[in-house]
């Protein structure tokens, strides 16, 4: 939670940082613990949904984003809709 220090990311670190203190535990058991709240917290309700709309639309493409924006945003989905194909990878990838 160190590297999160801006925006809301920050104030979710500051808050589960704050539990802890009052409460002189730790709040998260393990590494899945701490991924099934900050999913809980910052993923929308149905990430797979929001991913085939993005990703299976007709406008999604680079566009003038720096390929480096793209590839993270396209991970992402291709992640969230939990496609493994390489083929079908690539033929999501414009």
């Not at 203190?21 to 991924?35: P, Q, S, Y």
């Not at 099934?36 to 309700?45: A, G």
């Amino acid at each position: 939670m160190s590297y999160m220090k801006e925006d809301r990311a920050a104030q979710w670190a500051e808050w589960e940082l704050e539990y802890e203190a009052a409460n002189g535990d730790l709040r998260f058991i393990d590494w899945l613990d701490f991924k099934t709240e900050f999913r809980k917290d910052f993923l929308p309700l149905n990430a797979e949904a929001t991913a085939v709309n993005i990703l299976e639309g007709n406008s999604y493409f680079q566009g003038r984003r720096l390929v480096d924006d793209y590839l993270d945003q396209f991970w992402d989905l291709v992640y969230d809709l939990g496609y493994t194909d390489p083929k079908t990878i690539v033929v999501k990838f414009r």
